[in-house]
């Protein structure tokens, strides 16, 4: 069965700290890895986007990796700002259907 | 503003009444989706048309039905609501069928409805 499992499924940290949050899937046949942040009342928004070839992707203070063999993917994020609390959703793209499988989410939240 | 917009962003409604929610997209893309997020928050996917052709129909009670007049607007339409349709309902676009990972999803605010 296609699933995506995220963990923690939820943090707080405190502003300026680094966290990393982890992916795993089974979707097969695999043709991406994405990662959303959602702010609360609003839709999705891409950060990365991975295909089986890429093991790293940064967007700003974000970096994502994916490691193909084990099925596993982490968001890494830099230097927190009050602005990064929101849900973090691992999405996986199957080739085969195009659909996407999503995670639940990690929540986020950054405290001064 | 380039963008998905979904109207309304806030829906309360009875049960057993029959409600619609909009969506239009000005971004060009061939493709749009309905999901649903439940109170877990997990996304899943309705429907999915790729030019006013429907593409992707999920288990949905068949009291869901989307309607594209033109590839730029995707409008979702439930008849007689349950309570069990409360949840938050996202339009999303892409320029091609989702699995391809040369293209993005854009996704709309969200209609957050409520039905009591």
């Known amino acids: 069965k296609n699933q995506v499992e995220q963990s923690p499924q939820s943090l707080i940290i405190l502003e300026g700290k680094n966290c990393t949050l982890q992916c795993n899937y089974t979707v097969s046949p695999f043709s991406n890895l994405r990662w959303y942040k959602q702010d609360t009342g609003r839709g999705p928004v891409s950060l990365t986007i991975?295909?089986?070839?890429?093991n790293t992707k940064s967007n700003g203070r974000y970096t994502a990796t994916l490691d193909a063999d084990t099925k596993q993917s982490s968001l890494h994020i830099t230097a927190s700002q009050l602005s990064d609390s929101a849900s973090y959703i691992c999405?996986?793209?199957?080739?085969?259907?195009?659909?996407?499988?999503f995670g639940q989410g990690t929540t986020l939240q950054v405290k001064p | 503003d380039t963008a998905v917009s979904q109207t309304p962003k806030y829906l309360v409604t009875q049960m057993g009444n029959d409600k619609s929610i909009k969506c239009e997209q000005n971004l060009g893309h061939d493709t749009m989706y309905w999901y649903k997020q439940d109170s877990k928050k997990f996304l899943k996917i309705m429907f999915s048309?790729?030019?006013?052709?429907?593409?992707i129909n999920e288990t949905v009670p068949n009291r869901f039905s989307p309607k594209s007049p033109d590839k730029a607007h995707l409008n979702l339409h439930i008849n007689s609501l349950e309570l069990g349709d409360s949840a938050v309902y996202f339009c999303?676009?892409?320029?091609?069928?989702?699995?391809?990972?040369?293209?993005?999803?854009?996704f709309g605010s969200g209609t957050r409805l409520t039905v009591v």
């Open positions: 991975m295909t089986f070839s890429e």
């Open positions: 999405v996986v793209g199957s080739s085969n259907t195009g659909k996407l499988i």
């Open positions: 999303a676009s892409s320029q091609a069928l989702g699995g391809d990972p040369h293209y993005g999803y854009t």
């Open positions: 048309y790729n030019n006013k052709e429907l593409i």
